[in-house]
């Protein structure tokens, strides 16, 4: 074809160059788009399979102890050798045997304040980074603000044991097992010092939420990005400071649990008050939160991962959230 030796041989204009950068540009950002949804949607699968995992490792403590692990534990018997509490661990440090990491737990100490304050326990916790508590989509820091009583920054878990529900009325149930002040619940199935069994879900392991997301950031009333969650500022491993449980404790700081108290992905316009249980030392009541769009992973007493949207009506929420409270939840 003539045209063509003679369009070879002259090359390309700039105005037919700058066509195909356009060209090549337009096809880029539609692209783009679709490159980022598959990223999420492996990221989101990836969190629904940490989640199944937990679940596994759950029932597998179950098997081989006779019960849960606590939501978060002081240090007392069977959680701890001293018997008048002092910080403990959370379930995260409970589930080490059942998810490879025997070993790890091995090492830890169950004394003198363990989860906060442990000299060798400190040395051993802060370098641990476990991906498998942490969701791959997160956007909060690997580490805490803090860390092991100042002694290194530890790994941020993006997931929360679900405790229970606030101290409110949810349709005809009242929930009476929780602290004042910031209201820490002991009506779910991971609660402080607990030591509940499949027998202790009388509203169907189906039907009972353990473990959700807390994976975003808190903005406040200024606008300034807060990294609160039910690990901050402490990390994974914190647990529960005094002997007892709710409502006979002097601090009802639960670290690695949360409270429903809040719709889902609640997380803009909050002020650092621990009565509200949003704050940075630590909120009971933080919102379960995500940055995958529209709700958060969760993971029920059967071990199936569900999704729950933001839309979520927070009495159903609570009644999820509650072990034993006898109400008949619609679909969710």
Known sequence: MPWVRRALKKGFTL???????????????????????????????KCQNNLKQMGIALHAHHDAVGRFPPGTASLQAPFGNPPSGGWGFSWMVYL??????????????????????????RTIVTPVRI?????????LPEVTSSGYNGGGQCMQSTYAAIAGAYAGTYGSYTESRCNTGNGVS?????????????????????????????GNYITDTSGAKRQWNAA???????????????PNSNDPRGFNTTTIRYLINKTTGWTDDCNTGVCGNMGSNIPLSSTHTGGVNALFGDGAVRFLSDSTNIN???????????QVIPGF
């Not at 066509?19 to 490159?35: E, K, Y």
């Open 15 to 45: 105005i037919e160059l700058l066509v195909v950068i356009a060209i090549i540009a337009i096809l880029i950002g539609l692209l783009l788009p679709a490159v980022q949804k598959v990223r999420e949607a492996a990221a989101r699968m």
């Open 96 to 121: 080490l045997p059942y998810i490879e990491q025997d070993n790890l737990y091995k090492q830890l100490s169950f004394t003198s304040s363990a989860g906060w304050d442990n000299a060798g326990n």
């Open 131 to 139: 991906a498998g508590y942490r969701c791959p989509s997160t956007v």
């Open 186 to 214: 002991g009506g779910g199935v991971l609660t402080m010092n607990s030591q509940n069994t499949m027998g202790s879900i009388a509203d169907g392991t189906s039907n009972t939420l353990l473990v959700s997301e807390q």
């Open 232 to 246: 901050e500022p402490h990390g994974w491993q914190m647990g529960f400071g005094n002997a007892g449980v709710p």
């Open 316 to 326: 159903i929420l609570a009644y999820l959230a509650t072990r034993d409270d006898g």
